[in-house]
T-cell receptor, first 109, second 113 residues
Framework: GNSVTQMEGPVTLSEEAFLTINCTYT??????LFWYVQYPGEGLQLLLK?????DKGSNKGFEATYRKETTSFHLEKGSVQVSDSAVYFC????????FGAGTTVTVRA | DGGITQSPKYLFRKEGQNVTLSCEQN?????MYWYRQDPGQGLRLIYY???????QKGDIAEGYSVSREKKESFPLTVTSAQKNPTAFYLC????????????FGSGTRLTVV
């Protein structure tokens, strides 16, 4: 099946810092890839997606590029805010998916 | 707006009692899922259903039961056989296909005392 390996947290940053969360995938073929975000006490929300190699997904200042040559889908944001404090999950498309622990990001003012 | 509704947000039960968590979606999604999340841990798949009247066990189905009598509804019962039921439960749904992600509800926090 399809799977991802995501960098472990926690990650603590100051406001306006650059954020990168690494994600690499193992898959048969090239499945769609997703980043989800979970704010405290809430469910997960789809943050962005890429459906094929070289696609770039973007939303709320976050970006991720589907790179076939490095099998990666790293999440980046150039200037984080306190409101970006959350848990971030990378996931491939799959009909039966258990999400990993995600990466906890804390942004300090 | 379409979405997934989980109720209640917080639920307290005494040890040894069964409890049912509600999940309703109006997205017309075929597939629905139940996950359990413990502090600092990932989401573990309990049960999933790809069509009405059919469901499959996930990774941690013991002590749980589900039904899928309607496309819109996928209730989860936490039985007294579940040894450690206190957790955050998330319901999700999905369109079958390559380019669609999962849509999640806002969760139910179950506390067994």
């Amino acid at each position: 099946g399809n799977s991802v390996t995501q960098m472990e947290g926690p990650v603590t940053l100051s406001e306006e810092a650059f954020l990168t969360i690494n994600c690499t995938y193992t898959a048969t073929g090239y499945p769609s890839l997703f980043w989800y975000v979970q704010y405290p006490g809430e469910g997960l929300q789809l943050l962005l997606k890429a459906t094929k190699a070289d696609d770039k997904g973007s939303n709320k200042g976050f970006e991720a590029t589907y790179r076939k040559e490095t099998t990666s889908f790293h999440l980046e944001k150039g200037s984080v805010q306190v409101s970006d404090s959350a848990v971030y999950f990378c996931a491939p498309n799959d009909y039966k998916l258990s999400f990993g622990a995600g990466t906890t990001v804390t942004v300090r003012a | 707006d379409g979405g997934i509704t989980q109720s209640p947000k917080y639920l307290f039960r005494k040890e040894g009692q069964n409890v049912t968590l509600s999940c309703e979606q109006n997205l017309n999604h075929d597939a629905m899922y139940w996950y359990r999340q413990d502090p600092g841990q990932g989401l573990r798949l309990i049960y999933y259903s790809q069509i009405v009247n059919d469901f499959q066990k996930g990774d941690i189905a013991e002590g749980y039961s589900v039904s899928r009598e309607k496309k819109e509804s996928f209730p989860l019962t936490v039985t007294s056989a579940q040894k450690n039921p206190t957790a955050f439960y998330l319901c999700a749904s999905r369109v079958q296909g390559a380019n669609y992600g999962y849509t999640f509800g806002s969760g139910t926090r179950l506390t067994v005392v």
